[in-house]
Nanobody
């Protein structure tokens, strides 16, 4: 069983930046960031596949967010720049146990507790 712990959320003004971190208890070949705003469904933000290295972003964050990982530390990151009020949500780190690396919640077996991001 993999444990995921997010950190780095907070409140920021529009146009600002935040960096989220997710510490994993072990190596994961595919991890992703998801978010869920009140009254809305959970949506994929970005995913990263370790080998071969590849990343995928939702259109809404492309060019503003960057997903990365430090394999030595088993840590996933999400650098968020040019934040907008519509980015306000609870952000979750997730990991795939087996199968493809897709940006849909159903593909992920392990989830963190979430970290709140508020953009005003």
């Amino acid at each position: 069983h993999v444990q995921l712990v997010e950190s780095g959320g907070g409140s920021v003004q529009a146009g600002g930046s935040l960096r989220l971190s997710c510490a994993a208890s072990g190596y994961i070949y595919c991890m992703g960031w998801f978010r869920q705003a009140p009254g809305k469904e959970r949506e994929g933000v970005a995913t990263i596949y370790t080998f071969p290295h590849s990343t995928y972003y939702a259109d809404s964050v492309k060019g503003r967010f960057t997903i990365s990982q430090d394999n030595a530390k088993n840590t996933l990151y999400l650098q968020m720049n040019s934040l907008k009020p519509e980015d306000t949500a609870m952000y979750y780190c997730a990991a795939v146990r087996r199968g493809g690396c897709y940006l849909v919640p159903e593909a992920y077996s392990y989830w963190g507790q979430g970290t709140q991001v508020t953009v005003s």
